[in-house]
């Protein structure tokens, strides 16, 4: 059974890149820019993103401190819809209860893959961009979210960039989580943005449904909000260049997944 709440919309824009000749591509290139009066596209106008986060904590109960993770999630997810996107799926990994990987999407006959595993690949097929969420455990994202990761390959990531949140109950926010979540995004295709988003101390910043505590320092909220803008606006830009650049040219073409071995990859 896929555990993803039933509540969250489906309605994903597919982006199956268009196939064409060279010549009729080099049409719609020149179209795309003359129709933008010569830039690629306007810098002021920002596409809804379908977007799909994917969180990190397993955790039941604590200590240490509450389960923090949902906060952050309620958080993010509220400023995505701020800016107008939507979050078509959020993959808790609690909730998905996948097995720790025996057997990846990409390892299963087309008509043998489990219809969880399926339904999780159209989604993430079907996203514009992807939100990474991990608590910092052991200075290493968490397992849970890696587990989900782990179990498609990255033809469902690639070409489309990502971002990455972190959190943590001390003072560092989880960016040494963050580090080592950058090579994993990256090794997917899905290509982290530069500006990230590490919440320290997160039990004095967001509140339980997400909002930002007030503290003794003025405009928390804005400052907060400013800050994790910065992240969603690079994302944007970048998810909105792919999808154009998608339209023109079928990255699978130009860099087909491996579909046969991992030597594929070799150096000759
Ligand atoms: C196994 C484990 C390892 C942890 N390692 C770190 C760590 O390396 N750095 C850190 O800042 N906090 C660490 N913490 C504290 C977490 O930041 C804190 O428990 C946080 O609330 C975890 O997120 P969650 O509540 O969503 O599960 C660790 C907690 C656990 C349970």
Redesign the pocket.
């Known amino acids: 059974m896929v555990m993803i709440p039933s509540f969250l919309s489906r309605s994903c824009r597919r982006h199956r890149p268009q196939r064409g000749n060279p010549k009729q591509l080099i049409a719609l290139s020149l179209s795309v820019v003359l129709s933008c009066g010569g830039r690629p596209f306007s810098s002021s106008s920002v596409q809804a993103l379908n977007t799909v986060v994917i969180t990190?904590?397993t955790?039941t109960e604590?200590p240490?401190?509450?389960?923090?993770?949902p906060r952050?999630a309620q958080y993010i997810r509220q400023r995505l819809e701020h800016r107008g996107h939507t979050v078509t799926a959020v993959l808790d990994p609690l909730e998905l209860n996948l097995p720790l990987l025996e057997k990846p999407h990409f390892a299963y006959a087309p008509s043998q893959v489990p219809p969880q595993l399926e339904e999780i690949a159209t989604l993430l097929e079907q996203a514009d961009a992807y939100v990474t969420i991990t608590?910092?455990?052991?200075?290493a994202p968490s397992p849970g979210l890696v587990n989900i990761l782990n179990h498609f390959g990255s033809s469902k990531f690639s070409f489309k960039p990502s971002a990455i949140v972190t959190?943590?109950?001390?003072q560092?926010g989880?960016t040494?989580a963050a580090q080592g979540l950058r090579p994993i995004l990256s090794e997917l295709g899905c290509l982290p943005v530069s500006a990230m988003i590490h919440i320290p101390n997160?039990h004095q910043v967001l509140d339980t449904d997400g909002t930002v505590l007030e503290s003794s320092s003025q405009n928390q909220n804005e400052k907060w909000d400013s800050y994790s803008d910065r992240c969603f606006s690079q994302l944007e830009w970048w998810a909105q260049a792919a999808s154009n650049q998608r339209q023109l040219v079928d990255p699978f073409q130009v860099s087909p997944a491996f579909l046969q071995n991992p030597s594929q990859r070799n150096a000759p």
Do not use: C, K, M, Q
């Open positions: 990190g904590t955790r604590g240490p401190r509450p389960i923090l993770g952050v608590p910092e455990f052991n200075h959190y943590s109950a001390g560092w989880g040494r997160v």
